[in-house]
């Protein structure tokens, strides 16, 4: 695969804040401290609309809100107008908002199937973004997204907030401290209740939505309610299955801990397998619902466990979190805290929940242009476990991988699934 740029020599240039902050010194508005940031919104229906908010709280404003979905629109605007004062401007189409000059930033909360497309685009225009996870579909857009933002010098902020949240830094910067000893296995958990989704039939889609412009780069199909709001994430054609929805977090908290024990060039693994399957309900979903995920880094395993029939986790006593398990002690992070415990299980130390600010951090490196806590490099390593994981279960195999030139060395099936075809009338983006 063409690469335009090697990562390890990116992430060592990058390493200091104050290299990153040189590097990302550009911006076309000299936003100063107090100056409030304009910000576009890109999808607003569901985690869009959460973020928004959180952005507006954290001093941002949302100038524009962009939907394909006039009822989405309408039935959001009212909640960002409460929240700052003002009704922000409406907009169908995301290409008329990044030619709006005075948008400084803007949230990508769409679909993941067009998360590259508008990052690559919106780069393209000059504007930062704050991209929702997972930032990518493939491996290969990654790569894309990555060096289009150092290319450009813009901020991309990608949204697995747990980046941002106080007890998950301390958490990894413990575990990585070499208190629990000799770390050799970590494992990443979700356990949750999926309901049906039924099996509907193809319909003719809402008057208020630009059907056509949902799709995008996807595959042409047919209308169902299935594979529009929400339920997308349940079909391969739009998103990354529970490993792109939910493991990402999970699993970026093990990927932080990671970063700080080897240096954050050395965070992908060997081997990975995949196994799993649809064991919970008969409907119309394509993606597991059980899942386990082996991650082999030559000296440690990394383990991402998804049960999507209970949120019952009686030995973990969450139903998300990550843990670490070393020679000399174990560390469970989770939505409350973290709790270390010694070889005897006596609990040696804990953190509570202090919060954190995912989107107030991207405001902040908008306006300095040092690199945000889920900087794209570190985003696209996250999404990219996740790709992984994807490739060994649609192959239903083991898979070897180059963490350095990022392929599968002699694994033709693997290396194909690098990258994917996207419908003609909306080619990749080259920027």
């Known amino acids: 695969m063409e690469r335009t740029s090697n990562r390890r020599e990116i992430l060592k240039s990058l390493a200091g804040t104050a290299a990153a902050a040189q590097v990302l010194n550009l911006n076309p508005k000299a936003l100063g401290a107090n100056d409030r940031i304009n ?27 962009c939907d394909i979905d006039q009822a989405i629109l309408d039935k959001v605007s009212p909640d960002l107008e409460k929240a700052q004062g003002v009704r922000p401007k409406h907009q169908r189409d995301f290409r008329r908002v990044l030619e709006d000059k005075s948008i400084d930033a803007v949230v990508i909360a769409t679909p993941d199937h ?23 579909q493939t491996i290969e857009e990654g790569h894309l997204v990555r060096d289009a933002a150092r290319k ?17 830094i301390s958490a990894a910067e413990y575990a990585a401290s070499g208190k629990l000893g000799k770390i050799c296995q970590m494992k990443a958990w ?16 809402p008057a208020t939505a630009d059907y056509e412009m949902w799709l ?35 699993l970026d908290v093990a990927l932080m801990a990671l970063g700080k024990m080897r240096g954050q060039e050395n965070c992908l693994p060997k081997r990975v397998s995949a196994t799993g399957g649809i064991y919970w309900l008969n409907d119309a979903k394509e993606v597991p619902d059980t899942q386990t995920v082996a991650y082999d880094y030559g000296d440690m395993l990394l383990t991402f466990d998804l049960q999507s029939f209970s949120r019952s986790r009686a ?20 939505g409350s805290g973290w709790k270390a415990y010694a070889p005897d299980g006596s609990l ?28 794209v490099e570190i985003g696209r390593m996250s999404t990219t ?25 002699g694994d033709v099936e693997a290396n194909a699934m690098l990258r994917k075809r996207y419908r003609d009338k909306w080619p990749m983006p080259r920027v």
């Open 39 to 65: 910000v576009a919104l890109i999808g607003g229906r569901n985690q869009g609309r959460s973020v928004a908010l959180r952005m507006i709280a954290a001093g941002g404003r949302i100038a524009t809100f």
């Open 114 to 136: 067009w998360h590259t497309h508008i990052t690559l685009d919106a780069l393209a225009a000059g504007k930062d973004c704050y991209t929702e996870k997972p930032l990518t």
């Open 152 to 168: 450009l010098q813009r901020i991309v902020q990608v949204g697995t907030q747990r980046r941002s949240f106080h007890h998950f």
């Open 190 to 205: 979700i356990s949750q209740v999926r309901q049906s989704i039924g099996n509907p039939p193809d319909a003719t889609p």
């Open 216 to 250: 995008g780069p996807a595959p042409e199909r047919p209308f169902n309610i299935n594979r529009f709001h929400y339920n997308w994430r349940f079909f391969w054609d739009y998103g990354n299955s529970e490993l792109g929805n939910q493991g990402v977090h999970v």
């Open 315 to 334: 030995p973990e006593g969450e139903w998300a979190g990550t843990a670490f398990y070393g020679s000399e002690g174990t560390l469970v992070a989770t």
């Open 348 to 375: 040696a130390m804990e953190a509570k929940d202090t919060g954190g600010s995912h989107e107030g951090n991207f405001l902040e490196c908008v306006k300095t242009r040092k690199l945000p806590n889920a900087d």
């Open 385 to 409: 476990l996740c790709h992984l994981g994807n490739i060994s279960y649609h192959l239903g195999r083991d898979v070897k991988f180059d963490p350095v030139t990022e392929t599968f060395p």
